[in-house]
């Protein structure tokens, strides 16, 4: 395991896990969209929300030069991702 990212809101003050192997982990939080009440189209948009905020910070991990990157550096850029900051690579 490389990489751990919780995405849970309520998870950013919780204590994580022990993972096997030390993977840089990083809170990427998103307000839970199965918490939504309301008419159909508003929990059908806060779905949508979150997709829109996962995919869009898995689209910047995934355009990390990984394999330049040390592990402070790569810590504080998937870090970073999670806080909407942009990247300095």
Do not use: Y
């Not at 809101?9 to 839970?32: K, L, T």
């Not at 355009?63 to 991702?81: F, N």
């Amino acid at each position: 395991m490389d990489f751990v990212f919780t995405v849970c809101d309520q998870a950013a003050a919780e204590v994580c896990p022990v993972w096997p192997g030390r993977p840089i982990s990083a809170h990427w939080g998103v307000a839970d969209p199965a918490a939504v009440k309301g008419d159909e189209a508003t929990v059908t948009r806060a779905f949508s929300d979150a997709f829109s905020v996962l995919s869009r910070r898995i689209s910047l991990f995934m355009c990390l030069p990984i394999d330049k990157l040390g592990r402070l550096a790569l810590t504080r850029q998937v870090q970073a991702i999670g806080r909407d900051q942009p990247a300095t690579v």
